[in-house]
């Protein structure tokens, strides 16, 4: 019954994987949007030695309440960037911001879970190659919705769960990009 598992949930991560024109390995599951946004967040302090983030105050509790956590536990700076009266950022204060910066990650939300609006996450995403800012996204509201293309967008990671596309609760996954490598968030199995 195990194996029959593991082939079921191989073939999901390789579904996943095509859809989103990504590899396979490079789709990790979870238990839903919140602990996706929590592993990239906190491994980025860990793994990757990200000393700032940069993000919204519209942002998902995941992401707004991880990063209190991360401020108060690391110390770590956290900048908001402004946004207008329909929720969209300011791409120039993006490029102010990296631009004396370095060890960031960004994280904005592809769409906004209360506002709807939505972010262009592909020239978010150029402006953090431009500065070499690590790019994570929130996605959990256009997962399964919009078509990603992962291989030739910047996206470096972002999330998905599956009840937003008629999926069961309990279930989600964190892609992240093959050259960006992170410690588990859980530690003392095979994860």
């Known amino acids: ?10 073939e999901s991560r390789r579904k996943i994987s095509t859809l989103l024109n990504t590899k396979p390995q490079e789709i990790f ?3 839903g949007g919140t602990e996706s946004n929590n592993w990239i967040l906190k491994q980025a302090i860990d793994s990757l030695s990200i000393t700032e983030i940069i993000t919204t105050q519209i942002e998902h ?10 401020k108060k536990r690391y110390k770590i700076n956290i900048t908001y960037l402004d946004v207008d009266s329909k929720g969209n950022i300011n791409l120039s204060q993006l490029k102010d911001f990296l631009s004396s910066k370095s060890n960031v990650l960004v994280s904005i939300m592809h769409a906004n879970n209360e506002i709807g609006n939505i972010n262009d996450i592909d020239k ?5 190659k431009e500065f070499s ?10 997962m399964g919705h919009y078509k990603f293309d992962l291989n030739n967008n910047i996206i470096d990671s972002c999330i998905g769960t ?5 999926g069961p609760r309990g279930i989600g996954f964190l892609y992240l990009k093959e050259n ?12």
């Open 1 to 10: 019954y195990g194996r029959q598992a593991k082939v079921i949930i191989e």
């Open 29 to 31: 599951f979870t238990s």
């Open 61 to 70: 509790k995941s992401i707004l309440s991880t990063l209190i956590y991360l």
């Open 124 to 128: 978010i995403g150029k402006i953090c």
């Open 133 to 142: 800012a690590i790019f994570h996204s929130d996605t959990a509201q256009t």
């Open 162 to 166: 599956a009840h937003k596309f008629h």
């Open 180 to 191: 960006i490598k992170i410690s588990p968030l859980i530690h003392g199995g095979n994860q």
